[in-house]
């Protein structure tokens, strides 16, 4: 990964649609060998940091740019082929986080010694370190092992492969980017978008975009009173953005609550940082409000507040496009583009037009048992309107069609609650206006 360039500019079945919203060469020493234990086996629900003992690094690892915001403040990086690590863990389900970006490689991911799966961590953006590098879900109950190796081969980039952390029967993880105005919408005068090119920093979600639209980045503030305000729906929420020598004092609310000052001053800066996490809500319709105060720490030399991200978790379990429980019919493209922030990397795309632009339609269909669903997307300038089914019954059509600035990624495009218990088929259809669809993934609520 490269090295960051310091800041320097001063019911029944019902269809609901969009919810408010509708999307490092580090410096350490090389570790040669092996680290970590690998005797503990941490149990369902746990979060597994690198430095855990249950983690086993084999090979050559060195320590990851300490300019990002990594999970426990640290990972560790390979590119050498051949390097790994395993991590055992007792669970039916886990979630590798590392880095999705430019200089990543192909890894090769497996349980415990069967036959691997090949994860591209290429993609044409800043690198991408909060979004899970990959899930592997329906194993049996018990203790398992998961191992990760550097295969050599770039999937594009230079062949780095990061590790973070890892979530065992984890939440489900929606990184949504500043620009998913859908669901932030921001107040004041003051506040200014950055992009890499005019801040000299990797901020979530850049690096890639569509001529003449600018790259996007993060959105900044040091105007006492301008605030940000998120809506979304989970049982937690990240708010990721920056600290450093020219951060100021923020407060935080979650659903009108008292406020929560956090102070983001940092001698050091570190981009796509978790400055503030509210766990532990029910899993409902929440809003959380980010107000810059105009005040900052003696020590520092601003009063800056950026807002570059959201993690936003949930209870479920989420199926990726690629699985065998969505099928295709009619024209479908792209089935692997790294051009944006995807869910883990890749998303299905149809505008239902085969190569000579005749159209031929294009269906998703996911297939799924349970009395909640929803379909996870993208809404922006490109995107257009998807008929929506449940079990062939026509349920009316959602517009995933917006103007820029608006790009929204992973988001909630559409939710069906109150389902019967038992098997449902949802479909997904582009209805030749011209515009595409976007297929990232579908969870399964509880």
């Known amino acids: 990964m490269k090295h960051l360039k310091h800041y320097m500019t001063g019911v029944s079945v019902l269809l609901l649609g969009m919810l408010v919203s509708c999307g490092g060469g580090g410096g350490g020493a090389s570790s040669g060998g092996s680290t970590g234990g690998g005797a503990g086996a941490p149990a369902v629900a746990a979060h597994i940091e690198e430095t855990d003992p249950a983690v086993t690094f084999s090979g050559n690892w060195t320590a990851a740019d300490s300019g990002w915001g990594w999970s426990g403040g640290s990972a560790m990086q390979t590119s050498v082929a051949g390097s790994s690590v395993s991590v055992t863990f007792t669970g ?9 970006g430019p200089e990543m490689a192909v890894a090769l991911v497996s349980v415990d010694g069967a036959p691997g799966t090949e994860v591209d961590l290429y993609e044409n953006t800043n690198d991408e370190i909060h979004s899970p590098a990959y ?8 203790r398992h092992t998961l191992t990760i190796q550097n295969t050599g081969r770039p ?7 990061v590790v973070d952390a890892f979530d065992v029967q984890g939440l489900l993880v929606s ?15 003051g ?17 890639a975009h569509n001529p003449p639209e600018p790259t996007r980045g993060a959105h900044v503030t040091a105007t006492a009173g301008d605030s940000a305000t998120l809506t979304f729906r989970g049982t937690s929420v990240s708010w990721v953005g920056y600290v450093g020598p020219d951060a100021g004092i923020a407060t935080v609310q979650v659903d009108g609550g008292a406020p929560t000052e956090v102070d983001t001053f940092a001698a050091a800066f570190k981009v796509q940082q ?15 409000k980010i107000t810059a105060t105009g005040r900052k720490n003696a020590q520092s030399t601003a009063a800056k507040i950026f807002v570059d991200a959201f993690d936003v978790r949930k209870p479920g379990r989420r199926y990726q496009e690629w699985e065998p429980a969505v099928t295709y019919e009619g024209a479908w493209t792209d089935l692997a583009r790294t051009s944006r922030t995807w869910n883990e990397g890749r998303v299905a795309v149809s505008n239902g037009r085969d190569s000579a632009g005749n159209f031929v339609g294009g269906r998703a269909n996911f297939h799924f048992t349970g009395t909640s669903v929803s379909w996870i997307t993208c809404a922006k300038g490109s995107i257009g309107s998807a008929n929506i089914y449940l079990d062939g019954v026509p349920m009316g059509t959602v517009n995933m069609n917006r103007s820029f600035p608006t790009e929204d990624y992973q988001i909630e495009g559409l939710r069906l609650d109150g ?11 582009a ?10 993934a579908f969870d399964v609520n509880p």
């Open 155 to 161: 999937g594009g980039g230079t062949g780095v492969v």
């Open 431 to 440: 209805t030749g206006d011209g515009g595409y669809i976007v297929i990232d």
């Open 175 to 189: 990184h949504l980017q500043d620009t998913n105005l859908d669901q932030v919408t921001y107040s004041g005068s």
């Open 419 to 429: 389902l019967t218990n038992g098997p449902h088929t949802l479909t997904i259809e």
């Open 92 to 100: 039916n389900s886990i979630m590798w986080f590392g880095a999705r």
């Open 274 to 288: 978790v400055v503030f996490t509210a766990a532990g809500l029910a899993d409902a319709n929440h809003t959380l």
């Open 191 to 207: 506040w200014t978008e950055l992009n890499s090119d005019n801040s000299g920093l990797a901020w979530s979600g850049g690096g």
């Open 135 to 142: 899930t592997i879900n329906g194993l049996s109950d018990g």
